[in-house]
Protein backbone atom coordinates (compact mmCIF):
# COMPACT_ATOMS: atom_id res chain seq x y z
CA UNK A 1 0.00 0.00 0.00
CA UNK A 2 2.35 2.74 -1.18
CA UNK A 3 0.46 5.51 -0.86
CA UNK A 4 -0.67 4.89 2.68
CA UNK A 5 2.90 4.15 3.79
CA UNK A 6 4.48 7.56 3.44
CA UNK A 7 1.69 9.18 6.05
CA UNK A 8 2.27 8.96 9.91
CA UNK A 9 -0.08 7.51 12.37
CA UNK A 10 -4.07 7.41 11.90
CA UNK A 11 -3.95 3.67 11.10
CA UNK A 12 -7.75 3.60 12.50
CA UNK A 13 -9.20 5.93 9.74
CA UNK A 14 -7.26 3.88 7.21
CA UNK A 15 -8.40 1.21 7.94
CA UNK A 16 -12.15 1.55 7.99
CA UNK A 17 -11.63 3.47 4.67
CA UNK A 18 -10.20 0.47 3.53
CA UNK A 19 -12.67 -2.07 4.48
CA UNK A 20 -15.23 -0.02 3.40
CA UNK A 21 -13.81 -0.05 -0.05
CA UNK A 22 -12.88 -3.97 -0.09
CA UNK A 23 -16.63 -4.70 0.90
CA UNK A 24 -17.75 -2.53 -2.06
CA UNK A 25 -19.23 -0.02 0.66
CA UNK A 26 -17.44 3.35 0.28
CA UNK A 27 -19.98 6.32 1.46
CA UNK A 28 -21.33 8.74 -0.78
CA UNK A 29 -19.36 11.64 1.50
CA UNK A 30 -16.97 11.77 4.19
CA UNK A 31 -16.17 14.43 6.74
CA UNK A 32 -12.43 14.29 7.40
CA UNK A 33 -12.20 16.68 10.91
CA UNK A 34 -9.26 17.14 13.53
CA UNK A 35 -6.38 19.97 14.15
CA UNK A 36 -4.72 21.42 11.32
CA UNK A 37 -1.40 19.86 9.64
CA UNK A 38 -2.00 16.22 10.68
CA UNK A 39 -2.51 14.31 7.79
CA UNK A 40 -6.16 14.68 6.96
CA UNK A 41 -5.84 16.02 3.12
CA UNK A 42 -2.83 13.45 2.43
CA UNK A 43 -5.52 10.32 3.58
CA UNK A 44 -8.24 12.09 1.52
CA UNK A 45 -5.85 12.13 -1.61
CA UNK A 46 -4.59 8.49 -0.45
CA UNK A 47 -8.15 6.94 -0.50
CA UNK A 48 -8.96 8.71 -3.75
CA UNK A 49 -5.52 7.10 -5.18
CA UNK A 50 -6.66 3.34 -3.67
CA UNK A 51 -10.42 4.10 -5.53
CA UNK A 52 -8.67 4.50 -8.72
CA UNK A 53 -5.50 2.65 -8.37
CA UNK A 54 -4.68 0.60 -11.58
CA UNK A 55 -3.44 -2.05 -9.16
CA UNK A 56 -6.17 -3.76 -7.35
CA UNK A 57 -3.61 -5.92 -5.31
CA UNK A 58 -1.27 -3.17 -4.05
CA UNK A 59 -3.94 0.01 -4.35
CA UNK A 60 -2.95 2.42 -3.48
CA UNK A 61 0.15 1.77 -5.35
CA UNK A 62 1.31 5.22 -5.45
CA UNK A 63 3.14 4.42 -8.89
CA UNK A 64 0.86 3.83 -11.16
CA UNK A 65 -0.40 6.17 -13.85
CA UNK A 66 -3.25 6.95 -12.04
CA UNK A 67 -1.60 7.45 -8.71
CA UNK A 68 1.11 9.26 -9.88
CA UNK A 69 -1.77 11.95 -11.77
CA UNK A 70 -3.40 12.39 -8.64
CA UNK A 71 -0.25 13.00 -6.66
CA UNK A 72 0.40 15.74 -8.90
CA UNK A 73 -3.47 17.22 -8.85
CA UNK A 74 -3.79 16.59 -12.63
CA UNK A 75 -5.96 13.23 -12.79
CA UNK A 76 -9.43 14.54 -14.13
CA UNK A 77 -11.86 12.66 -11.89
CA UNK A 78 -9.86 13.50 -9.09
CA UNK A 79 -10.32 17.20 -7.80
CA UNK A 80 -9.62 19.58 -5.05
CA UNK A 81 -12.03 22.24 -4.47
CA UNK A 82 -10.59 25.04 -2.16
CA UNK A 83 -10.32 28.73 -1.77
CA UNK A 84 -8.37 30.94 -4.00
CA UNK A 85 -6.01 31.53 -1.30
CA UNK A 86 -5.42 27.89 -0.61
CA UNK A 87 -4.67 27.06 -3.99
CA UNK A 88 -2.40 30.48 -5.19
CA UNK A 89 -0.62 29.36 -2.01
CA UNK A 90 0.13 26.09 -3.13
CA UNK A 91 1.01 26.98 -6.61
CA UNK A 92 -1.89 25.32 -7.91
CA UNK A 93 -3.62 28.73 -9.05
CA UNK A 94 -2.59 31.80 -10.93
CA UNK A 95 -4.03 35.20 -10.34
CA UNK A 96 -3.60 37.76 -12.58
CA UNK A 97 -5.54 40.99 -10.62
CA UNK A 98 -7.11 40.99 -7.66
CA UNK A 99 -6.71 39.20 -4.32
CA UNK A 100 -7.42 36.12 -4.22
CA UNK A 101 -11.05 35.23 -2.08
CA UNK A 102 -10.39 33.15 0.95
CA UNK A 103 -13.66 31.49 0.81
CA UNK A 104 -14.92 28.68 -1.86
CA UNK A 105 -16.64 30.19 -4.34
CA UNK A 106 -20.13 29.79 -5.92
CA UNK A 107 -18.98 29.47 -9.39
CA UNK A 108 -16.49 26.80 -8.27
CA UNK A 109 -19.69 25.03 -6.24
CA UNK A 110 -21.42 24.95 -9.66
CA UNK A 111 -18.57 22.86 -11.61
CA UNK A 112 -18.29 20.57 -9.21
CA UNK A 113 -21.73 20.27 -9.96
CA UNK A 114 -20.63 19.84 -13.58
CA UNK A 115 -18.23 16.88 -12.86
CA UNK A 116 -20.77 14.70 -10.92
CA UNK A 117 -23.23 15.02 -13.88
CA UNK A 118 -20.83 13.10 -16.14
CA UNK A 119 -19.33 9.96 -15.69
CA UNK A 120 -15.29 9.10 -14.35
CA UNK A 121 -13.83 9.87 -17.46
CA UNK A 122 -9.97 8.05 -16.59
CA UNK A 123 -11.18 5.81 -13.30
CA UNK A 124 -13.74 4.23 -11.37
CA UNK A 125 -14.88 6.76 -9.11
CA UNK A 126 -14.79 11.15 -9.00
CA UNK A 127 -13.56 12.36 -5.93
CA UNK A 128 -13.59 15.62 -4.77
CA UNK A 129 -11.72 16.71 -1.70
CA UNK A 130 -13.23 19.99 0.26
CA UNK A 131 -10.13 21.75 1.59
CA UNK A 132 -11.00 23.38 4.57
CA UNK A 133 -14.69 22.75 3.95
CA UNK A 134 -15.80 25.47 6.45
CA UNK A 135 -14.81 28.18 3.95
CA UNK A 136 -17.91 28.05 2.43
CA UNK A 137 -20.84 30.73 3.83
CA UNK A 138 -24.01 29.58 4.78
CA UNK A 139 -25.24 29.89 1.13
CA UNK A 140 -22.65 28.22 -0.67
CA UNK A 141 -23.05 25.26 1.78
CA UNK A 142 -26.56 24.89 0.50
CA UNK A 143 -25.44 25.13 -2.89
CA UNK A 144 -23.54 22.46 -1.96
CA UNK A 145 -26.21 20.26 -0.01
CA UNK A 146 -27.77 19.93 -3.40
CA UNK A 147 -24.99 18.38 -4.99
CA UNK A 148 -24.58 16.44 -1.86
CA UNK A 149 -27.78 15.20 -1.93
CA UNK A 150 -28.03 13.91 -5.30
CA UNK A 151 -25.33 10.96 -4.78
CA UNK A 152 -23.73 8.95 -7.38
CA UNK A 153 -22.53 5.61 -7.21
CA UNK A 154 -19.44 6.73 -8.89
CA UNK A 155 -18.95 9.64 -6.97
CA UNK A 156 -17.33 10.36 -3.24
CA UNK A 157 -16.56 13.79 -1.81
CA UNK A 158 -14.16 14.39 1.24
CA UNK A 159 -15.07 17.13 3.26
CA UNK A 160 -11.68 17.73 5.42
CA UNK A 161 -11.83 20.66 8.57
CA UNK A 162 -10.52 21.67 11.31
CA UNK A 163 -14.03 23.51 12.54
CA UNK A 164 -16.69 20.73 11.54
CA UNK A 165 -19.31 22.87 13.91
CA UNK A 166 -18.92 25.50 11.13
CA UNK A 167 -20.81 23.17 8.67
CA UNK A 168 -24.23 22.91 8.53
CA UNK A 169 -26.15 19.92 10.35
CA UNK A 170 -27.57 19.02 7.40
CA UNK A 171 -24.25 18.49 6.03
CA UNK A 172 -22.85 17.28 8.49
CA UNK A 173 -25.99 14.46 8.72
CA UNK A 174 -25.08 13.51 5.22
CA UNK A 175 -21.41 12.61 5.70
CA UNK A 176 -19.76 9.75 7.66
CA UNK A 177 -17.65 11.75 10.19
CA UNK A 178 -13.77 10.10 10.36
CA UNK A 179 -11.81 11.79 13.49
CA UNK A 180 -8.12 12.84 13.24
CA UNK A 181 -6.34 13.51 16.18
CA UNK A 182 -3.27 14.97 16.72
CA UNK A 183 0.09 12.81 15.84
CA UNK A 184 2.08 11.39 18.59
CA UNK A 185 5.93 13.15 19.79
CA UNK A 186 7.99 10.42 18.98
CA UNK A 187 6.43 8.84 16.50
CA UNK A 188 7.14 12.62 14.78
CA UNK A 189 10.04 12.72 16.25
CA UNK A 190 11.12 9.66 14.19
CA UNK A 191 9.27 10.79 11.10
CA UNK A 192 11.82 14.07 10.94
CA UNK A 193 14.76 11.87 11.15
CA UNK A 194 14.10 10.03 8.83
CA UNK A 195 12.72 12.03 6.21
CA UNK A 196 14.20 15.07 7.08
CA UNK A 197 17.59 14.24 8.75
CA UNK A 198 17.26 15.92 11.93
CA UNK A 199 19.58 15.54 14.54
CA UNK A 200 17.90 13.43 16.82
CA UNK A 201 17.69 16.09 19.84
CA UNK A 202 16.65 18.90 17.25
CA UNK A 203 13.59 16.48 16.06
CA UNK A 204 12.54 15.72 19.68
CA UNK A 205 12.35 19.25 20.17
CA UNK A 206 10.54 20.29 17.26
CA UNK A 207 8.17 16.97 17.56
CA UNK A 208 7.63 18.66 21.41
CA UNK A 209 6.90 21.82 20.30
CA UNK A 210 4.44 21.04 17.18
CA UNK A 211 1.68 19.64 19.35
CA UNK A 212 0.56 16.94 17.15
CA UNK A 213 1.15 18.89 14.10
CA UNK A 214 3.88 17.25 11.97
CA UNK A 215 2.51 20.07 9.33
CA UNK A 216 3.82 22.75 11.99
CA UNK A 217 6.92 20.93 12.70
CA UNK A 218 8.00 20.17 9.03
CA UNK A 219 7.63 24.40 9.04
CA UNK A 220 9.76 24.67 11.81
CA UNK A 221 12.96 22.89 9.98
CA UNK A 222 12.58 25.12 7.19
CA UNK A 223 16.02 27.59 6.25
CA UNK A 224 13.36 29.99 5.72
CA UNK A 225 11.18 29.84 8.86
CA UNK A 226 14.48 30.27 10.47
CA UNK A 227 15.49 33.41 8.69
CA UNK A 228 11.92 35.05 9.33
CA UNK A 229 12.36 34.27 12.85
CA UNK A 230 15.26 36.42 13.28
CA UNK A 231 12.99 39.02 11.61
CA UNK A 232 9.82 38.78 14.16
CA UNK A 233 12.48 38.46 17.14
CA UNK A 234 13.81 41.92 15.82
CA UNK A 235 10.47 43.16 15.30
CA UNK A 236 9.38 42.03 18.60
CA UNK A 237 12.28 43.70 20.20
CA UNK A 238 11.83 47.08 18.65
CA UNK A 239 8.14 46.82 19.47
CA UNK A 240 8.82 46.70 23.17
CA UNK A 241 10.62 49.95 23.15
CA UNK A 242 11.36 51.42 19.78
CA UNK A 243 8.94 52.56 16.55
CA UNK A 244 5.74 51.10 15.16
CA UNK A 245 6.39 51.66 11.64
CA UNK A 246 9.69 50.20 11.75
CA UNK A 247 8.19 47.14 12.82
CA UNK A 248 5.42 46.61 10.38
CA UNK A 249 7.77 47.26 7.37
CA UNK A 250 10.10 44.37 8.87
CA UNK A 251 7.08 41.94 9.38
CA UNK A 252 5.91 42.90 5.51
CA UNK A 253 9.51 41.82 4.16
CA UNK A 254 9.28 38.63 6.36
CA UNK A 255 8.50 35.33 4.02
CA UNK A 256 9.74 37.01 0.73
CA UNK A 257 7.08 35.53 -1.87
CA UNK A 258 4.43 34.70 0.74
CA UNK A 259 0.97 36.14 0.03
CA UNK A 260 0.68 39.18 3.23
CA UNK A 261 -1.86 36.66 4.79
CA UNK A 262 0.78 33.96 4.63
CA UNK A 263 3.41 36.11 5.87
CA UNK A 264 0.94 37.32 8.95
CA UNK A 265 0.02 33.46 10.03
CA UNK A 266 3.91 32.70 10.17
CA UNK A 267 4.76 35.76 12.04
CA UNK A 268 2.10 35.11 14.23
CA UNK A 269 3.16 31.39 15.05
CA UNK A 270 6.52 32.71 15.57
CA UNK A 271 5.62 35.44 18.15
CA UNK A 272 3.30 32.41 20.10
CA UNK A 273 6.44 30.32 20.03
CA UNK A 274 8.56 33.42 21.22
CA UNK A 275 5.95 34.29 24.11
CA UNK A 276 5.60 30.58 25.34
CA UNK A 277 9.52 30.06 25.55
CA UNK A 278 9.40 33.11 27.49
CA UNK A 279 7.06 31.95 30.07
CA UNK A 280 9.24 28.51 29.87
CA UNK A 281 11.85 30.62 30.99
CA UNK A 282 9.90 32.19 33.55
CA UNK A 283 8.68 29.19 34.43
CA UNK A 284 12.15 27.43 34.74
CA UNK A 285 11.36 24.88 32.39
CA UNK A 286 14.02 22.86 31.21
CA UNK A 287 15.98 24.69 28.00
CA UNK A 288 15.75 21.84 25.85
CA UNK A 289 11.86 21.86 25.64
CA UNK A 290 12.23 25.60 24.11
CA UNK A 291 11.80 26.10 20.46
CA UNK A 292 14.21 28.74 20.23
CA UNK A 293 16.64 27.02 22.44
CA UNK A 294 19.57 28.81 20.29
CA UNK A 295 18.29 32.04 21.64
CA UNK A 296 18.25 30.95 25.09
CA UNK A 297 20.65 34.04 26.26
CA UNK A 298 17.72 36.84 24.29
CA UNK A 299 14.91 34.83 26.23
CA UNK A 300 16.32 35.01 29.31
CA UNK A 301 16.77 38.86 28.79
CA UNK A 302 13.43 39.33 27.55
CA UNK A 303 12.39 37.33 30.83
CA UNK A 304 13.56 39.78 32.93
CA UNK A 305 11.45 42.62 30.79
CA UNK A 306 8.27 40.90 31.58
CA UNK A 307 5.82 39.29 33.99
CA UNK A 308 3.79 35.56 33.49
CA UNK A 309 0.67 37.26 33.48
CA UNK A 310 1.75 39.50 30.65
CA UNK A 311 2.96 36.44 28.54
CA UNK A 312 -0.01 34.95 28.63
CA UNK A 313 -2.15 38.04 27.77
CA UNK A 314 0.42 38.61 25.02
CA UNK A 315 -0.29 34.80 23.82
CA UNK A 316 -4.32 35.05 23.90
CA UNK A 317 -3.52 38.69 21.77
CA UNK A 318 -2.13 36.34 18.87
CA UNK A 319 -4.96 33.81 18.87
CA UNK A 320 -7.35 36.56 18.84
CA UNK A 321 -5.58 38.31 15.79
CA UNK A 322 -5.10 34.71 13.90
CA UNK A 323 -9.23 34.04 14.45
CA UNK A 324 -10.02 37.47 13.57
CA UNK A 325 -7.80 36.56 10.71
CA UNK A 326 -10.13 33.33 9.52
CA UNK A 327 -12.63 35.68 9.25
CA UNK A 328 -11.22 38.18 6.66
CA UNK A 329 -9.69 40.53 8.68
CA UNK A 330 -7.51 43.46 7.13
CA UNK A 331 -3.70 41.12 8.26
CA UNK A 332 -2.31 44.82 8.19
CA UNK A 333 -4.50 45.96 10.36
CA UNK A 334 -5.15 43.07 12.27
CA UNK A 335 -1.15 42.66 13.46
CA UNK A 336 -1.49 46.77 13.92
CA UNK A 337 -3.49 46.58 16.33
CA UNK A 338 -2.16 43.57 18.45
CA UNK A 339 1.45 44.99 17.93
CA UNK A 340 -0.07 48.43 19.70
CA UNK A 341 -1.59 46.55 22.68
CA UNK A 342 1.69 44.72 22.90
CA UNK A 343 3.15 47.41 23.59
CA UNK A 344 0.54 49.07 26.03
CA UNK A 345 1.38 46.05 27.94
ZN1 LIG B 1 -1.77 2.95 -8.23
Not at 163 to 180: D, K, N, V
Not at 293 to 303: A, I, P, S
Request: proline letters at 3%.
Amino acid sequence: MGAYDTILGHHGAIEQLERARSLGRVAHAYLFHGPDGVGKQKVALAFAQALNCEDEEKAPCGVCESCLKIERYNHPDVRLLASESYLVGRGLLEMEKGAPSLQIKNAQLDELADLFRHRPYLGRYKVVVVVDADRMNVNSQNRFLKTLEEPSDESVIILVTTHPEALLPTIRSRCQALGFGPLGREAMAGYLIERHHLEPRRAGVLAAMAQGSLGRAVQLTDEEFLQARDGVLASLSRTLSGDLADVLAEVEEIGGGRSGRDRLEMSLDLMEMWFRDLLFCRLGVDERLLVNHDRTEELQRFTAKTSSRQLLRWIERVRTVRGSLRVNANPRMALEAMLLATRSG
